[in-house]
């Protein structure tokens, strides 16, 4: 059954993608059928997740565009076993693009609209019937024993400061150069946050187009905030990011960088919430926020994500665990209940970074095969799509 | 465990594990120096004399440009370092916002910090 390689007992889906959860998604076409969504997940409990969200209607072109395509990844991505869409009637987002992006993977699907279903208790009543029927056949699902090669690790920094750059991303980059050694992949996102270090990247891009595509990408949101005659230091580095003794976004990124490795060769750079197609590591194009820079990449198929913290933070996410480390000892005590791993021995020399890899590692591959993380336990579940136009 | 921690064998600035007391001195990359003031744990010493203009080095890359003159020993932060990027409130040249593809890659950066570490 198990072999020498590392590996994890995942869900192995009709696709034959591999899920690390499984959930009955129930997800809102538009914000106006969000607390619907939220009250039928909770009739079935602890299979359904909700995905609420502000977003399905009143968006121009592309940023309608991201949304679909947003919501239908997250109905096909494999830490989902079934779908059940909670439409108004009315909305831009179309509850059959939705429920098909779900049975093209094979799972089973079906819609709820509250306008047809004659409003808010009726849906709910349906919808909840619905889910609970879908969490049994799930429930019969398992797990089986998985290569650690089918992992997409999603790679996040939120809430850095001098620790993030000393010892809980370089811990982070080697578990990246490791399990992009053993055939796996891992995706980087948050491109403000690379301005400043791109060389260090560009320089590991395996065809000079990939290395374009990054410059091109970091340029065009440098770009961004000189068009709007705006400086990006009123956000980045954040107020506490500067009080944690971050002073440029040079600095920041240097530091936020060493997640992604110092070996993975750069294969790929893809859109908000596109589908990661390559092993090795993929750079995907997503705001600096934290919530939608996560919603994004787990989109793109990453089954776990890893977040590095160094004054500590909440976020969680409706169908991927997100793992908290952090190398700050003060915040390990401070913010204890939101945080997984605290590498702090590294800032004092009690540990070395191979072996904080180490844990980590086995910490991933633990919470792939089902064990809880903090922001599980604690239900954070958050959801943001990115959107760049306002809404009409 | 160390008062400070340089990362790369190129940083001009040291991060300070520890708060620093003014008159306290430290040592990195082969160089003593004696804060000048007081300067909060995560926070950077200047290793030795950066003009107004000259970069700040940190992890072996660039962090940003000296705004003022810094004095070796001295509080290295937002008052006398600007960021080149991003920068639509100044007319950045362009080519200094132009990504520096030229420059190497610092690939000792992190294997220094792991040395360091295992110390």
Known sequence: ?392 | MKAVLAISARDNVATALEALDAGRSVEANGVSVTAVERIAAGHKIALGPILTGEAVIKYGSPIGLASQDIVPGAHVHTHNVASSRGRGDLDVAIAAAEPRLAEPPDTAATTQVASEADE
């Open chain 1, 1 to 392: 059954m198990t072999t020498d390689r590392p590996g994890f007992y995942g869900y192995r889906r009709r696709d034959g993608r591999i899920g690390t959860r499984n959930h009955v998604l129930v997800v809102p076409t538009v914000i106006c059928s969000s607390l619907v969504a939220e009250r039928v997940a909770a009739a079935a409990p602890p299979f359904a997740s909700a995905l609420p969200h502000l977003a399905g209607c009143g968006q121009l072109g592309p940023d309608m565009r991201v949304t679909h395509e947003t919501l239908a990844a997250y109905c096909g991505h494999p830490n989902v076993g079934a779908v059940v869409v909670i439409a108004l009637g009315c909305e831009q987002v179309v509850a059959q693009v939705l429920a098909e992006a779900a049975r093209a993977h094979g799972k089973p699907a079906d819609i709820v609209a509250i306008q047809s279903e004659g409003g808010t208790v009726r849906a709910t009543e349906k919808g909840s019937a619905i889910a609970r029927s879908f969490a049994g056949l799930l429930a019969g699902q398992e797990r089986e024993w998985c290569d650690v090669s089918e992992l997409v690790l999603s790679l996040k920094c939120g809430g850095s400061d001098y620790t993030s750059g000393l010892a809980s991303n370089p811990t982070l980059g080697r578990v990246t150069d490791r399990l992009v050694e053993l055939g796996g992949s891992a995706v980087l996102g948050e491109i403000a946050e690379i301005m400043g270090a791109e060389h260090l990247l560009a320089s590991r891009a395996t065809r000079p187009e990939t290395a374009a595509q990054l410059i091109q990408i970091i340029t065009r949101v440098e770009g961004e905030a000189r068009a709007l005659g705006l400086d990006i230091r009123g956000t980045q580095p954040s107020p506490g990011n500067i009080r944690g003794g971050l002073t440029t976004i040079e600095e920041k990124s240097l530091g936020a960088t060493h997640k992604g490795g110092e070996r993975a060769p750069l294969e790929d750079v893809v859109p908000y919430a596109a589908r990661i197609r390559h092993k090795g590591l993929t750079v995907m194009d997503t705001p600096g926020l934290d919530v939608e820079s996560v919603t994004g990449m787990v989109g793109g198929g990453a089954q776990v994500v890893v977040f590095t913290t160094g004054l500590g933070t909440p976020t969680g996410n409706p169908i991927a665990p997100v793992i908290k480390i952090t190398g700050n000892a003060r915040t390990a005590r401070q913010m204890a209940d939101n945080l997984d791993l605290e590498v702090s021995g590294i800032m004092n020399d009690t540990e070395t970074l191979d072996a904080a890899a180490d844990r980590l590692f086995a910490e991933v591959l633990a919470v792939a095969s089902g064990k809880q993380t903090a922001a599980e336990r604690l239900g954070h579940r958050e959801f943001a799509i990115h959107r760049r136009n306002p809404t009409i």
